[in-house]
């Protein structure tokens, strides 16, 4: 697919709401106009004060254009014109309407709660439907959605942050996955474990220190990866055992450890989560169906999945989440809808729906096998997914949208009645500084008043990460500069 964009500087935009469209083809970018047999987006603008604007679409040898006249002066933002344009072209000559309209970004609900809080809820509606022409449940949905959010974040106080640990390691690795999850099961794996341990250990002290210098609280602990209950119950115990010692916990307000695969978890290790006070554990099906777990590469049964909530249950956690997938490869909106039926009858706290994306690094893509499910499905899907979890006393806390997702649909966080995810939602919209360790892990530094966000990324592999740590904590030092600077503007 051919983009071209002339005489404006929005080829990003212009490029992002092509892939709604086009979501696996290959775009190139041109800043002249040539014609050509091939299929192509024109995006351009001519004019000084009067403003000529032109979407112009050839599909398939089928070719079509729409102009709007404008002046400079009557338009607040060109860039949203100029898009609307091509985005009525392409709705019309593809025979589809995205649900979330021309919204590309990942949050979506991070938008709406920012107008919400300054314009309230009819506007902030208004807004959704008629700018970027969100589908009247898309916009119910991130409406209820930024409300709980709202309630949430004023939890989270002055400088405060969370922490995330990544084990980045699993039985198994799942065919529509695209983390750098290794394989626990290969020798060069198991053999990096113990040396990752020591590394996760000194970065944790590193971080707990710069925690303490600048009088930060800890208000949430979130562990991912990969499948943190990968690792033996002692390994668990010492990392936990070391958290407890390096960080003030006494304001945390939850702790969270994905114990994502059923087949790793034991009696021991969900005692030894108990122990250290983590009040928040996931158990993830994806599915109910045992011939689509077998499809997408997970070694484990609905029984066993089924069994081992149970014994989280008796342990006595505070919540369990469920994720579930919309979209797997071989998996129908019957056997969906089933999933959906399983993990509410279960008694689930939270349930986290996601639509399947196609990453290019997962062996789904790879290995083309997820050809299965139709856009009208995944719509299906989710449709029941939010009609039965509402009427379960479910309600949607957060939200976020990945690129490449079948029918560029969402992912929703639905729980019951305060039992909503802190870290998430905080985490998600970007409402506090997340300090994250280990492989792949991504640190976000946020000044106090949001308008700066800084990144810091650990190296993806945790061969790499091993080799290069004194690289890692090099970069890290920026930490202690972004809070003296912080500390210089707030005084
Ligand atoms: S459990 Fe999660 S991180 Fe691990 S392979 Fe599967 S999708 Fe990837």
């Known amino acids: 697919m051919n983009l071209y964009y002339i005489n404006h500087n929005f080829r990003y935009e212009a490029e992002k709401l092509l892939r709604l469209f086009f979501p696996l083809e290959k775009i190139v970018e041109y800043t002249e106009f040539n014609e050509t047999n091939e299929d192509y987006l024109l995006t351009r603008i001519d004019g000084e004060e009067s403003l000529t604007l ?21 338009c607040d933002d060109l860039e949203l014109e100029l898009l609307l344009l091509a985005y009525d072209l392409l709705c019309e000559m593809c025979g589809f309407t995205p649900k979330w309209g021309i919204l590309t970004g990942v949050r979506p609900s991070k938008l709406i709660v920012k107008r919400l809080s300054q314009y309230g809820e009819e506007n902030a509606r208004d807004w959704f439907l ?20 709202l309630k949430i974040i004023e939890r989270a106080g002055e400088k405060s942050f969370s922490l995330y640990i990544s084990i980045p390691f699993c039985p198994t690795r799942c065919s529509y996955c695209s983390f750098v999850s290794h394989s626990i099961n290969s020798e060069k794996a198991k053999s990096l474990v113990t040396d990752y341990i020591e590394k996760l250990i000194d970065e944790l002290t590193f971080t707990a220190q710069i ?32 958290i407890e010692s390096t960080f003030d916990l006494s304001e945390c307000l939850e702790y969270t450890v994905e114990a994502g695969r059923p087949d790793t978890i034991t009696k021991e290790k969900l005692d030894t989560l108990k122990k250290h006070n983590v009040g928040r554990i996931s158990i993830n099906p994806q599915t109910f169906s045992d011939s689509v777990l077998n499809a997408i590469g997970r070694k484990h049964t609905t029984a066993q999945t089924e069994e081992k909530f149970l014994l989280a249950k008796e342990v006595g956690f505070d919540v369990i989440n469920m994720d579930l997938i919309a979209g797997l490869p071989t998996d129908t909106v019957e056997d969906f809808k089933n999933s959906v039926n399983r993990a509410i009858d279960l008694g689930a706290d939270n349930i986290t729906v996601h639509t399947l994306a196609l990453k290019r690094s997962s062996s ?128």
Request: some cysteine; aromatic content about 10%; glycine content about 6%.
């Open 364 to 491: 789904i893509v790879t290995e083309n096998e997820s050809d299965s499910v139709t856009d009208r499905d995944i719509w299906e899907m989710l449709a029941y997914a939010g009609k039965a979890l509402t009427e379960n006393g479910y309600h949607p806390y957060y939200m976020y949208r990945q690129s490449k997702s079948l029918g560029n649909l969402e992912n929703v966080g639905w729980c019951k009645k305060g039992k909503e995810c802190f870290y998430n939602v905080l985490m998600m919209e970007e409402y506090q500084s997340i300090f994250s360790v280990g492989a792949g892990a991504v640190t976000k530094l946020r000044s106090e008043d949001g308008s700066i966000i800084e990144r810091i990324f650990n190296f993806k592999y945790p061969f790499e990460y091993i080799s290069r740590f004194d690289e890692i904590i090099d970069k890290k030092e920026r930490m202690k500069s972004f809070y003296s600077e912080e500390l210089e503007v707030r005084s």
């Open 130 to 149: 008629n700018t970027y022409k969100v589908s009247p449940e898309k916009t119910e949905l991130a409406i209820n959605v930024a409300k709980t959010e």
């Open 211 to 242: 925690a303490k210098e600048n009088g930060l609280r800890l208000t949430s602990v979130y562990w991912g990866g990969g499948t943190p209950t990968t690792l033996s119950e002692n390994e668990l115990d010492r990392i936990l055992t070391h």
């Open 54 to 74: 032109t979407a112009g679409l050839s599909l398939n040898g089928e070719a079509k254009s729409k102009i709007k006249e404008i002046k400079k002066s009557e």
